[in-house]
């Protein structure tokens, strides 16, 4: 079981992309020096969460779901809420957010960092005020002949997108720009 200590040497040894991910990760390793509270969406200002880009077996396609809350495609993920092993968080993300039932890690290592701002909201009728997810990713496979499923509190549509298609679905701008395309780039990088 990952404990504190190893994510924050999976964090040191993450090497950084680009800009983004530098300061990205330069916040978020003060951020988890701060203490435990990190780890707990109870933390309004940032808490760490954790997300899943899903490609499936040829990794040609990627899984996501249209979010209710941003009313745009996304990649999959959510609140670590004290869990500290965040491939785990990432891959169990996937799986209720989409009903696949295969899914694993490409690579053990952390795939990318982002900081997230999330705007303030409603969620099952109380107003949660706007907060940074101190968010890392991880480059997971999942089966693409498995039978797929929304999770209706979260989204309300899920699918396979060629990875020239799921740039056009999203419709948040910085999103689009700064992570997917980024992700695609480290995606096509890869030496497996």
């Not at 680009?18 to 978020?28: T, V």
């Not at 785990?88 to 009903?99: D, I, L, Q």
Request: aromatic share 8%.
């Amino acid at each position: 079981m990952k404990d504190e200590r190893t994510l924050k040497k999976e964090l040191e040894e993450f090497v950084p992309l680009n800009k983004q991910e530098e300061a990205d990760k330069k916040l978020i390793l003060k951020c988890l020096s701060e203490g435990d509270h990190i780890f707990f969406r109870e933390n309004e200002e940032a808490h760490i969460s954790a997300s899943g880009w899903v490609v499936n077996q040829t990794m040609d396609r990627v899984l996501m779901a249209y979010h209710n809350i941003y009313h745009s495609w996304a990649w999959t993920g959510g609140h670590a809420d004290g869990e500290k092993d965040l491939l785990s968080v990432a891959m169990r993300e996937a799986r209720e957010e989409t009903g696949i039932k295969t899914v694993t890690p490409v690579m053990n290592q952390i795939f990318s960092l982002e900081v997230l701002t999330v705007d303030g909201h409603e969620k099952k009728g109380l107003y949660v005020p706007s907060h940074l997810h101190l968010n890392v990713t991880y480059l997971l496979k999942g089966d693409d002949r498995e039978e797929i499923r929304n999770k209706e509190d979260e989204n309300s549509k899920v699918g396979w997108f060629s990875l020239k298609d799921c740039l056009e679905a999203v419709n948040e701008p910085w999103m689009k720009e700064r992570i997917y395309k980024k992700l695609i780039e480290k995606m096509e990088n890869l030496k497996i």
